[in-house]
């Protein structure tokens, strides 16, 4: 692909932030940052959010010098008898990769009896799936996961890459953020299509956790056809496949799913596992064109640039995503209407049921007006 | 007296620049000028034969310990009340020598009042300039003029070679070559062409004698143990030839071709 040589301006999250978050994937308890002390903070907060315990080894100047072997060994110790962790990972830094720092040594010295994953990894990077890759590759050396599901997710992981890279934030040298189009109007617009008797497909495709805020989307449009007495023109979508993924993942889909049934939502096709958000697009594509190609709009919620256009293209799109560079692909795919949910991602850690979207929000409230 | 010598001994490893430094120093002190050696390098070596054999606290030790570093911990007096400072570093293998170096100049420029006061100071270099740190001298604006010791074999030539590549584009001056023989065939007519063909000048031609090491090995100078051997009479010029410098270049590197004619 010819836009594999650009060089992409924009800030984006590094390696180690996805190193992070898959080994909170794998459940460990404590994350360890060997490096400096602020480093990747804003996701190491999140991640506490969700459960895990993130501390640094806080390398200063003259751990820059002279090592951090000690700090690495004496810190195992400490989270050891504070947290009394089951499985802990430690993860390299820009700081300690480029000085050499050697992780394996510190981890035997402190021998403790909870299994250790060392993930060597820096921010430097081009894609930052490269940091998903080192976690599971350490994770397989540790015995935390066997070789068939390490595959599996080597070949998602390239699925995303190629995602990010077709129509994803990979796809320009600069994509400026924008916050999409203003929901108010986007939810009368849908009401219009339902009242005009329109039907239409919700297709969450959500990235693992971001699921829980994504699918209220789909209940939100589900609720308001109800009201409009339009129930059986909505067909749903979603990638929540219970039996698919890493423990922690598949716990986000069973928790998602057990919300859905509960407000009677029905499922009509299940597109995948929650990790597998990269690859479902053929799935969709197929579903499409065998059973919903004659209907008149779709509502495509988590990663909507990673569903192929083919048979879609005759519908109005409506999108939500929750990345503000996302906007400026979707729109240049054909989505006629493309909405943000803002900080989306913090919301959904440490939940275990729906959480309450913008856009589904708005949807109900102009619902309830226009009744 | 007015002078303001700040400069840096560079070449390969081993060649020499440690016990050159040390000698131009005492030979300097003698003469009555105020000097400074700094080394630079995580082994601590520049000026132990500046005091009598004995390693003094470095920098970096003492940043390591949290101590709130002062003049007078880390500056020494030595021969003929010669300052003495190491840098210091991490054990080789294991940490950021280079990060260490940067580290521990710039606290030295802000705690030291005496760096200014200073006639001459030699800033004595590791021999592989592995990256940015260990050039930190230069780039700090510390350094001002830098002299090139190479012996006229074809490795130590090959490296003062992309040494002086490495000088113009940092934009330091090369004040000259000095050569320290390992008495090799031809050798003072070899470096003293390359030092003409660089754009520079050969300073002085130290001869490889026993004597340097033998000193070196009770801990002190030849300036200091064998004041009245050859060997002093010749680092005594090279001093004084160095202090009174006033010219200097950006020296044009050879290629790789003519570096080898050059030794053949
Ligand atoms: N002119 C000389 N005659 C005999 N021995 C010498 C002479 N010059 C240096 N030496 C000896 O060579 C050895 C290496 O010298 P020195 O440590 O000064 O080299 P260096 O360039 O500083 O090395 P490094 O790059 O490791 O810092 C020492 O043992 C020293 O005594
Ligand atoms: S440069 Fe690297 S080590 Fe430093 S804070 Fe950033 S990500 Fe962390
Ligand atoms: S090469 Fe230089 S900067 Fe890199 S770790 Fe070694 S000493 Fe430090
Ligand atoms: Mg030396």
Redesign the pocket.
């Known amino acids: 692909m010819d836009n594999k040589n650009i060089s992409i301006i924009h800030p984006r999250p590094s390696s180690i932030v996805a190193a992070l978050y898959t080994l909170r994937d794998l459940n460990v308890d404590v994350a360890i940052l060997h490096g400096p002390p602020g480093c990747s903070f804003k996701h190491a907060r999140l991640l506490e959010e969700d459960g895990i315990h993130v501390v640094t080894t806080a390398l200063d100047e003259s751990g820059f010098v002279f090592g951090g072997h000690d700090a690495l060994v004496n810190i195992l110790h400490k989270v050891n008898d504070m947290f009394h962790p089951k499985l802990i990972g430690v993860v390299g830094t820009c700081a300690s990769m480029i000085i050499g720092e050697e992780m394996h040594e510190p981890v035997m010295e402190a021998n403790l009896d909870v299994p250790v994953i060392e993930v060597e990894v820096h921010a430097g990077y081009r894609n930052n799936t490269k940091g998903v890759l080192f976690a599971l590759e350490s994770a397989l050396d540790a015995g935390i996961i066997d070789r068939e599901e390490f595959k599996r997710q080597q070949h998602l992981l390239e699925e995303a890459t190629n995602v990010e890279l077709r129509h994803g934030a990979a796809s320009k040298e600069y994509l400026a953020p924008s916050r999409g189009d203003v929901k108010y109007k986007v939810a009368q617009r849908i009401i219009e299509l339902l009242k005009e008797g329109k039907r239409g497909i919700t297709i969450m495709n959500a990235k693992k956790e971001t699921g829980y805020m994504f699918a209220d989307i789909t209940l939100a449009v589900n609720e308001v056809a109800e009201q409009l007495g339009k129930a059986d023109n909505i067909i749903n979508m979603a990638n929540i496949d219970q039996n698919l993924g890493l423990p922690r993942v598949r716990h986000h889909a069973e928790c998602i799913m057990k919300d859905f049934e509960e407000k009677g939502l029905k499922v009509h096709e299940i597109i995948g596992g929650l990790d597998e958000y990269p690859i479902t697009g053929t799935t969709i594509d197929q579903l499409i064109q065998e059973k919903y190609s004659d209907y008149d709009f779709a509502v495509i919620t988590g990663v909507p640039h990673a569903i192929p256009m083919d048979h879609l293209s005759d519908m109005e799109i409506i999108s939500v995503t929750n990345g503000p560079r996302q906007v400026l692909p979707l729109k240049e795919l054909g989505h006629e209407h493309v909405l943000v949910e803002i900080d989306l991602h913090p919301k959904t850690l440490g939940v275990n049921h729906i959480v309450e979207s913008e856009f589904g929000a708005t949807l109900r409230e102009v619902a309830k007006e226009s009744l | 007296m007015n002078v303001h010598k700040r400069i840096a001994?560079y070449?390969?490893?081993?060649?020499?620049?440690?016990?050159?430094?040390?000698n131009v120093a005492a030979a300097c002190a003698d003469e009555g000028y105020k000097v400074m050696i700094i080394g630079c390098?995580p082994?601590s070596?520049?000026s132990i034969t500046l005091l009598g054999g004995k390693r003094i606290p470095t920098i970096l030790d003492l940043l390591r310990d949290g101590v709130d570093v002062k003049e007078e911990d880390v500056i020494f007096k030595g021969y003929k009340g010669v300052q003495c400072v190491e840098v210091g570093g991490p054990e080789p293998g294991i940490g950021c020598a280079g990060r260490g170096i940067i580290v521990a100049i710039q606290t030295l420029k802000k705690i030291s009042k005496s760096l200014n006061e200073m006639d001459l100071i030699i800033y004595?270099?590791?021999?592989?300039i592995v990256c940015g740190g260990f050039v930190a001298p230069i780039r700090k604006g510390l350094v001002k003029e830098a002299y090139v010791?190479t012996s006229g074999e074809y490795m130590p030539l090959y490296a003062a070679n992309n040494i002086c590549r490495g000088l113009a584009k940092i934009n330091t001056p090369l004040s000259g070559i000095i050569c320290?023989?390992r008495s090799v065939s031809r050798e003072e007519e070899i470096v003293t062409k390359f030092a003409a063909e660089i754009g520079s000048e050969l300073m002085a031609f130290?001869?490889?004698?026993?004597?340097?090491?033998d000193?070196?090995r009770d801990g002190f100078s030849v300036i200091e143990k064998a004041p009245d051997s050859n060997?002093a009479q010749i680092y005594r010029k090279l001093a004084r030839a160095i202090m009174e410098r006033d010219t200097s270049v950006m020296p044009k590197a050879l290629d790789d071709e003519r570096l080898r004619e050059l030794t053949r």
């Open positions: 001994i070449g390969k490893g081993g060649i020499g620049k440690s016990s050159t430094a040390s390098d082994k070596d520049s004595d270099v590791p021999g592989d010791l320290n023989s130290i001869p490889k004698e026993q004597i340097v090491q000193c070196e060997i």
